[in-house]
């Protein structure tokens, strides 16, 4: 599976950005796709994701209310809609992939298989 994960930019508090994570060499069907980021100095952390079969979803308390995780069948990508930006969401956005065995870890990093290049979020105050 390879991530193409887009949509970074520079964003001003309290505004909003959509991120993609577009999936080639394989059909998500069977996979839980999840967003983390990484700021300066600071481990990967989870921020969302989502059961491809059945669209459960799960967010970091952080995010809750702010972001929506979500899927296109059709596009095989998965996006992160945000919302109420603050600077401490300012990071690298990385989007991973991990094969749905029925028993996954959404929140552990080292569970994903497949990540993406990341996607640069600033946020200004």
């Known amino acids: 599976v390879q991530l193409q994960a887009s949509g970074g930019g520079l964003v001003q508090a309290g505004g909003s950005l959509r991120l993609s994570c577009a999936a080639s060499g394989r059909t998500l069907s069977r996979y839980v796709m999840g967003w983390f980021r990484q700021a300066p100095g600071k481990e990967r952390e989870f921020v969302a994701a989502?059961?491809?079969?059945?669209?459960?979803?799960y967010y970091a308390d952080s995010v809750k209310g702010r972001f929506t995780i979500s899927r296109d069948n059709a596009k095989n990508t998965v996006y992160l809609q945000m919302n109420s930006l603050k600077p401490a969401d300012t990071a690298v956005y990385y989007c991973?992939?991990?094969?749905?065995?029925?028993?996954?870890?959404?929140?552990?990093?080292?569970?994903?298989?497949?990540w993406g290049q990341g996607t640069l979020v600033t946020v200004s105050s």
């Open positions: 989502i059961r491809w079969s059945g669209g459960t979803t």
């Open positions: 991973g992939a991990q094969y749905d065995s029925g028993t996954y870890y959404y929140r552990d990093t080292g569970t994903y298989a497949y």
